[in-house]
Nanobody, 125 residues
Framework: QVQLVESGGGLVQPGGSLRLSCTAS????????IGWFRQAPGKEREGVSC????????IYADSVKGRFTISRDNAKKTVYLQIDSLKPEDTAVYYC??????????????????WGRGTQVTVSS
């Protein structure tokens, strides 16, 4: 069955960095785009970034451009989200997700069928 497992979250000071990982199983990772989303307490889930199956195309939310970098290693069945210059407003649970082979969006969360359980990122001094 399709599974996505996030890891790498934690407590970090403002200005710090984290690298989140999304490890996939149960399907051929290279055939699908993978999206990263986040949800802060009391807020709706928002799209952060998305990367195409081959890794050649990416999308970033305006709020994270220049600070977040998405990448993937299909041989390792893992998608990464490098987060630099962390801000307190980046505090959220971060999720990775997969939709169909046609899914290519960070705004249409309904297009994503499979979700991981998330990893908590807390930015605080």
């Amino acid at each position: 069955q399709v599974q996505l497992v996030e890891s790498g979250g934690g407590l970090v000071q403002p200005g710090g960095s984290l690298r989140l990982s999304c490890t996939a199983s149960g399907f051929t990772l290279g055939l699908y785009a993978i999206g990263w989303f986040r949800q802060a307490p009391g807020k709706e889930r928002e799209g952060v970034s998305c990367i195409s199956g081959g890794g050649g195309n990416t999308i970033y939310a305006d709020s994270v451009k220049g600070r977040f970098t998405i990448s993937r290693d299909n041989a390792k069945k893992t998608v990464y989200l490098q987060i630099d210059s962390l801000k307190p407003e980046d505090t959220a649970v971060y999720y990775c997700a997969r939709g169909s082979r046609a899914t290519w969006s960070i705004t249409d969360t309904a297009a994503y069928t499979y979700w991981g359980r998330g990893t908590q990122v807390t930015v605080s001094s």
